[in-house]
Nanobody, 122 residues
Framework: QVQLVESGGGLVQAGGSLRLSCAASGRTFYNMGWFRQAPGKEREFVAG????????DYADSVKGRFTISRDHAKNTGYLQMNTLQPEDSAVYYCAAGSSAVPIRRKNEYQYWGQGTQVTVSS
């Protein structure tokens, strides 16, 4: 089992930044992803990273603004979010899986955190 705990969400003005953290414990996992879900919408892929961190993938809507990373020494993943916009408001979830590459499909992830709320005011 892998336990994931997100933190770092909050309220920020448009144009601001937040850094989300995902602290992991338990068995080893390989790829990590960040997803988000706004009210009334499907959970959508935001960013993914492989084990080494050498391969990343981003949704077009966040490319150039968000950066995914991970620190194995701290067993923690991060999502740096810059130039936030109101449409970025959602509950953000981190997820972990056994793939060797970043994955966009949410049903490919075996473990999920509880989510952290991000609200961007205009």
């Amino acid at each position: 089992q892998v336990q994931l705990v997100e933190s770092g969400g909050g309220l920020v003005q448009a144009g601001g930044s937040l850094r989300l953290s995902c602290a992991a414990s338990g068995r080893t996992f390989y790829n990590m992803g960040w997803f988000r879900q706004a009210p009334g919408k499907e959970r959508e892929f935001v960013a993914g990273i492989n084990y080494s961190g050498a391969r990343t993938d981003y949704a077009d809507s966040v490319k150039g603004r968000f950066t995914i990373s991970r620190d194995h020494a701290k067993n923690t993943g991060y999502l740096q979010m810059n130039t936030l916009q109101p449409e970025d408001s959602a509950v953000y979830y981190c997820a972990a899986g056994s793939s060797a590459v970043p994955i966009r499909r949410k049903n490919e992830y075996q473990y999920w955190g509880q989510g952290t709320q991000v609200t961007v005011s205009s």
